[in-house]
């Protein structure tokens, strides 16, 4: 028969072996062993300070709760599914190690507000070793940004060649969205930064806690305010999965640009051996698959997140067994965001090389310099529409006949207005082009440098 539980003595038999399986979490909530232990402690120190325990007590639940902590930590401590949960598995021992003053730790708290701090307390650290690492992110961002600035790549809308841009632009256009990334993490990192630590099962309690006690113990910021949304309040969790889904989509985007850049067809970069791999069967081919593995991660976090909104939105309060799933939901979101975040910066510092070559033979090969025709005619009083409509058909005749901008003589450009002179041919350069366009926040050379000393500001931040 299973073991009688701490709370069983209400029914008259144990759990169905089956049952007690699946009512089990203890085989991933081990997870939040050292936040157990670590707010476990601050609530014994706690009743000891109120006087609710003595001092002597509260000494020895201290002493207990560290000695578990270097069981764990040296793997001398094994709880098994007869714990059903973290919180159990610490009791027990406990009350193994110290005796009846074990069964004391649980005065004035339920595990309802105690998984509850626990998670927090994860998620805090969590949060901050993930901006750590969107950091990493930025600066290896930065740094192939420094080296090519005077690099040009085709630029895309509809991913059809558009206009020619900075590549040290282009991938400032990433770590803006990482920028965001890092910012909005700090944000969720407040409100998640609130001791639910009190709050009893729904109600509060008849003890004369300190609560502020506790927080300040542990570091929080606040404590909740109403003991029915501390326990049952999940808002955090979610905000992180959306900022992780966020982080993911542009690791994703970012991705997908690698895998397309890498192919025949672009050709704008090469794989080295240290990040790609082989074909099992076609011994020329080296496959991306770093940025298409971070690609298909995305979408297991998108799954959290959808699983953890389905999970809240049905839920009366205060607290639902329901909420036992908010934590493999979490923790593997966490473990793949990090993951994505580590893999995708090893690939841009040392797994791949930008060809000049073909960059600058790609750049020169297309229309994207159409627009400064039009701008060019512009500038000289033509009126933009009609310069555009003009530029249309000098295109549409090239296309025809097989040439490029660069190859029609004076003569056939005066053909198609007056104004145009011999200075049309630096106009429509690339490097000149790309110069030109020295508006705030452009690709032009002048104003990426001033945008990679920004950059380097928010570094520091």
Known sequence: MTEQKTWSQRFESALHPAIARFNASIGFDIELIEYDLTGSVAHAQMLAHTGIIS??????????????????????????????????????????????????????RSRNDQVGTDTRL?????IEQIRVQVREFQGVLLDLASDNVETIIPGYTHLQRAQPVSLAHHLLAYFEMAQRDWERLGEVYRRTNISPLGCGALAGTTFPIDRHYTASLLNFGDVYANSLDGVSDRDFAIEFLCAASLIAVHLSRLSEEVILWASEEFAFVKLKDSCATGSSIMPQKKNPDVPELVRGKAGRIFGHLQAMLVLMKGLPLAYNKDLQEDKEALFDAVKTVKASLEAMTILLKEGLEFRQERLAQAVASDFSNATDVADYLAARGVPFREAYNLVGKVVRTCLATGKLLYDL??????????????????????HQVVAARNSYGGTGFEQVRKALDFARSQMTG
Do not use: C, M, N
């Open 409 to 430: 003589s004076l003569e056939e450009w005066r053909e198609l207005h007056p104004a145009i002179d011999e200075d049309i041919y630096e106009a429509i350069a690339p």
């Open 55 to 108: 001092e002597s007590e509260g000494e020895q639940l201290v002493a207990g709760l560290e000695q578990i902590r270097q069981e764990y930590r040296q793997e001398s401590f094994h709880p098994g599914i007869d714990a059903e949960d973290v919180h159990f598995a610490v009791e027990r021992r406990l009350t193994e190690i110290v005796g009846d003053v074990g069964k004391k730790l649980h005065t004035a």
């Open 122 to 126: 994860y998620l805090r650290d969590q």
